[in-house]
């Protein structure tokens, strides 16, 4: 079994709704748009690091969202929090997945109707975005 791991740093951003113009026209929010750049270009690093092109058989995706504590939680509650007996609600799951799978498609994977099986998980902590790829 081959493995990918790398981390994206900062709080996970769920994938927008696409916003439509006056004329009809559909477009991606900006900040849609530059979460996916930077975790493209992030994913991009790590395969030129490992001298890897993008996989063409199919894969696993498993993502570990973590989110700040908010700073208006009680003491009790940020002991609750750290100790993952409460989980962050602010972001949908399958949002957090559909924009990493979207930034990473034709990066880490040709394209992403390559995964057959995905997880997602959302906890507290320091506030990033751990991505793992996995295909035999």
Known sequence: MKRIDFWFQGE???????????????????KTRDYELKLAAKASDKMVELGLDPINVPCRVSVMAQFAIPKSYSKKRREAATMGEIIPTRVDADNVLKIITDACNGVLYEDDRLIYKMTVQKRFGDPMVIITLEWD
Request: cysteine-free; glycine content about 16%.
């Open 12 to 30: 996970p951003v769920g994938k927008g709704r696409p916003r439509f113009t006056r004329q009809g026209r559909a477009y991606t929010p900006k």
